[in-house]
């Protein structure tokens, strides 16, 4: 009695702390993340959750605020340039936060976002899992680990139309950190893939 009285308190703790939990969604460039994010964004609103997304100013790409995909979807987010400024804007009644290019942010992403899932909220973060060497671009493989569940995708390598587990860069730029998409990487598999820069497919004679 003693024993089910307590599996009752424990579960009840967990119920009103919410439904706090951590998914992570990774891949290679082109590979999806961010339509996956979106798709999980829309089905939050759907049933009426409140939800807010942060993305990393430096990604502009497509849009200074939206997150946007290669595909051209996109939703309303807010650029900040470090993962502690999440605390500056976040909503008491938020429920769910999408975070987008977790990987140009600092390490302390991993720490707001265990803050976040502990206070019961649910985090979607989308990100690079490595970089153009292979290797991996924290702070996502860390959040990987702590996350209740990952996703990974995979695009459609350029050259040979398989699985695509890697992004190639083709543009002779040197650093971890080079934001962009068609012109400077390329999605590829573990066999057309090397951890330099390589010529852009196009100029591939053998295709
Ligand atoms: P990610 O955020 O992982 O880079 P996005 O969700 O922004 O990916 O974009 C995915 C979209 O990119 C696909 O639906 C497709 O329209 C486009 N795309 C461009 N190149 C490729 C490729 N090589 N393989 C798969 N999709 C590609
Ligand atoms: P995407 O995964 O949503 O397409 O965006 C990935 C971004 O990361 C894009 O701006 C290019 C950038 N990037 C780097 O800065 N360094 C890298 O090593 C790779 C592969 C991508
Ligand atoms: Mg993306």
């Keep these: 009695m003693e024993n089910q009285t307590g599996f ?15 998914e992570v969604i990774v891949g290679g460039m082109y590979s999806g993340k961010t339509e996956e994010l979106i798709r999980r964004l829309r089905r939050a609103e759907f049933a009426r959750q409140r939800v807010q997304v942060f993305k990393p100013r430096i990604d502009s790409r497509y849009h200074a605020e939206d ?8 939703f309303r987010a807010q650029p900040i340039e470090r993962s502690e400024e999440i605390w500056k804007y976040l909503d008491d009644a938020t429920q769910v936060v999408g975070i987008d290019e977790g990987q140009f942010f600092d390490q302390d992403l991993v720490r707001v976002c265990q803050e976040l899932a502990d206070r019961g909220v649910r985090v979607i973060v989308a990100g690079l899992d490595t970089d153009w060497q292979a290797k991996p671009f924290e702070p996502m ?20 139309g398989h699985e695509a587990s890697r992004t190639q860069r083709v543009a002779a730029l040197e650093g971890q950190i080079v934001v962009g998409s068609h012109g400077l990487y390329e999605a590829r598999c573990r066999e057309h893939f090397k951890p330099e820069v390589q010529p852009p497919v196009s100029s591939l004679v053998s295709l």
């Design 8 to 22: 009752k308190g424990r579960l009840s703790a967990a119920f009103i702390r919410g439904s706090g939990w951590l």
């Design 141 to 160: 493989p860390t959040l990987m680990a702590m996350a209740e569940n990952v996703t990974k995708h995979h695009a459609i390598c350029v050259v040979c």
């Design 67 to 74: 997150v946007t995909s290669h595909s051209q979807e996109s």
